[in-house]
């Protein structure tokens, strides 16, 4: 059993004292740190390794709210969140940065166990990813976070990925659906090999291999035209040139 390194937030002292008790009659959770404020909870999110955040989102200074979109930057190496709030209005909010749970007080301790059996369930298959990647050889697939899954994509299998505000529409092969996922187009290209994946535009990246007729200033992946901007223009001209 996964034991999950936790912190909770939340200004009010009994809520918070609570979710500490809480977290520590729980086998896989590990406390390590309550805080009152979101901006204090911040700067030990930046020096520690936390899994999971209990947070309230009313607070001073820093909302939960507006914690969780910060620490979002910080993509697939982010903790998870679940919020703990009165205000039931807050549930859109919380799915648009992507929380893993919703807790509304009162709560008692089985809706407690209930949310922290996801953030279990969580970062035990994102253990088993990271070990799968790393037994198979490299460069063959990654896993996207996709609703509250995580999907294995083979790399052969993506024709093109596209940036929308929020999400990431995948495009593959196999599926004539897009599959959408809640990160960025930067955070994708990071995980994408670049001897697979060409970023060409500020909204694409495509699989170079996919790629079936080029013009000078778009690439055409089967029916699909793709506009090449200036500003990635020069390395696309590059990876012409050696077939050229």
């Not at 809706?111 to 050889?137: G, I």
């Not at 670049?194 to 990246?205: D, N, P, Q, W």
């Amino acid at each position: 059993m996964s034991v999950i390194e936790c912190i909770a937030v939340d200004d009010e002292p009994l809520a918070l004292g609570l979710v500490c008790a809480f977290i520590e009659k729980t086998p896989f959770l590990s406390l390590a740190g309550r805080y009152s404020s979101a901006v204090e909870a911040l700067q030990v999110i930046h020096s520690k390794h936390i899994d999971v955040i209990f947070l309230d989102i009313q607070m001073p200074d820093l909302t939960g709210i507006e914690l969780a979109r910060v620490i979002e930057k910080a993509g697939t190496k982010a903790p998870r969140i679940i919020f703990t709030t009165a205000f039931n209005q807050y549930a859109l909010d919380g799915f648009r940065v992507d929380a893993l749970d919703y807790l509304l007080k009162p709560f008692n301790y089985e809706e407690f166990l209930r949310a922290a059996s996801k953030a279990q369930a969580y970062v035990e298959l994102l253990q088993k990813a990271s070990s799968a990647a790393s037994q198979e050889t490299k460069d063959e697939y990654l896993f996207l976070k996709v609703e509250y899954q995580l999907v294995r994509i083979a790399y052969d299998d993506i024709l093109y990925t596209e940036g929308l505000k929020d999400y990431v529409k995948v495009h593959l092969r196999s599926d004539p659906k897009p599959t959408l996922s809640l990160t960025s187009l930067k955070a994708l290209e990071e995980k994408l090999p670049a001897s697979k994946f060409m970023r060409v535009h500020r909204s694409f990246i495509v699989n170079l291999d996919k790629i079936s007729a080029v013009t000078r200033n778009t690439i055409q992946i089967g029916a699909v035209t793709i506009p090449v901007s200036d500003q990635y223009k020069e390395n696309f001209n590059q990876f012409l040139s050696k077939w050229m």
